[in-house]
């Protein structure tokens, strides 16, 4: 299963340390990232490869939420099929 | 990689513009469970639903939280309960409605709609017992909704079921006095009523469908809404293709959940239902769609022809987005249940006369309207008559879901809170229609009938 990873807010020193240690932990490989800096707002972007994870999709989410309330930044992970259906005929 | 506008834009319509799936239904079949004797049916009535929906709405929260996107409601519609009902001997089905009720409140889905009767043609033994249960049905459950079949297109309108709900309304009303009369907010009457209809009231599993089915209704007003923002003094071409282009990908995503669902469940997919559904929340509004293509209220002249192209061109834009559409697929007008209407009809600026003109070109009808309590059940009668007609002339569904409040009149206002809303009482026309419905008999289908 892969999925889009999105990390938006301030930007600040150590966003994308924080996040892979976590997904280094979770054994999910990163495939791709994108990152850009909107007006001091920082977005990046990575596709990453859940089949080989070590826990459920549920406690991905719990994991990525204590990043997310650490470093003050807005964390999603979603399936990859959402953005793949909405945008691709 | 997907480009990174179409993720975030994806995003922006999750988060800022209220994007969701409005409800994962699950369609299941009772024809097995029928019994000479009513506890035994009742029993594997219970029996059956807490079995086939046992993880519905584990597996609802489980493609929430992967894809992210919010499913709002898990709901179940059943065989019509006038079908199962009736090979017993009892002389009143709210046992029925309470083991349904009760089953659904084992496996947590919000609403549970087929406390239903098909009578647009006439009665049968059991669907006269159904209708005159419903009024105590309605007020000794909480999530069992209700609906009756009138008329269509190919059967005419029965008027003697016309006249008759008119009175169950009321007596609906009067047995939940104490909550506003909220049991009429669970009762939907019909003119071609669909089966595979996935949102509630009006939700029933329809006899020719399978055993176990998934069938998905999407939202997304706010979405509409923001996408044509932009188009200010614009064409209304463009104001179509923008919609068009809206619809497609909120349809994906019911296309996605719906096939992600009835896989986990081991179900079939059913359909993916077009409509746009509103919520009382700001921002989720069809009326404010309405307002966007340059109507300083919704109700004003203009209205009826904005929702005709907002109606279309949500359909042109969904079909190709899902293998199987079907349900009610148009846009709903709900007053209560959407906060541009509530506005609307506080400034004066939306009838029920205009309404009735909007249910024309929207799939849906008379829906979630409040008016006096003291509205006599043959003025309610009229209005369903009107409604069906409107229905089955134009071969498309229509139906009404109207409250009689005890003790509010016009200038008052009935809060039903969570997605039901607040609805402002609507005056009606003081006019009588009693000896119209005092006649009875049906009204013979339309020439648009005879297609063969």
Known sequence: MRA???????DKVGIIA????????LNINIMDINQTILQEYFTMI?????SNMSSSFEQIKTEL????????????????????????? | MINQGEILSTIKMIESENLDVRTITMGLSLRDCVDTDAKKSCEKIISKITSYAKNLVKTGEDIEAEYGIP????????????????SSDIKNYVCFAKALDKAAKEVGVDFLGGFSALVEKGFSRGDKILLDSIPEALAETDVVCSSVNVAGTKEGINMDAVKLMGQIIKKTASLTKNHGGIGCAKLVVFSNAVPDNPFMAGAFHGIGEGECVINVGVSGPGVV??????????????????????????????????KEASERLNASFGIVDLSLAPTPAVGDSVARILEEMGLSTCGTHGTTAALALLNDAVKKGGVMASSHVGGLSGAFIPVSEDEGMIAAVKKGSLSLDKLEAMTCVCSVGLD????????????????????AAIGMINS????????????????DTVEFGGLLGTAPIMPYNKESSVDFINRGGKIPAPIQALKN
């Open chain 2, 225 to 258: 809404r923001s996408a044509i923002k932009g188009l200010k003094g614009l064409p209304f071409d463009q104001i179509s293709e923008t919609i068009k282009k809206t619809a497609f990908k909120i349809t994906r995503v019911g296309q996605l959940v719906a």
């Open chain 2, 71 to 86: 499913i709002v409601n898990k709901r179940i519609s059943v065989t019509p309960i006038s079908l199962i009902a009736e």
């Open chain 2, 396 to 411: 498309k569904t229509t139906a009404v879901r109207i409250i009689p409040v005890p003790g509010k009149d016009v200038g």
């Open chain 1, 4 to 10: 889009i990873l999105t990390v938006i807010g301030k």
């Open chain 2, 368 to 387: 979630m309207i409040a008016v006096p309590g003291h509205t006599p059940a043959e003025t309610i009668s009229a209005i369903i008559a009107d409604e």
């Open chain 1, 18 to 25: 924080s996040v892979s240690g976590v997904l280094a932990k």
């Open chain 1, 65 to 89: 939420k204590k990043v997310s309330e650490d470093i003050g930044m807005d964390i999603r992970i979603q399936r990859e099929e959402i953005f793949d259906s909405m945008h691709k005929i």
């Open chain 1, 46 to 50: 990575m596709l990453v490869d859940c």
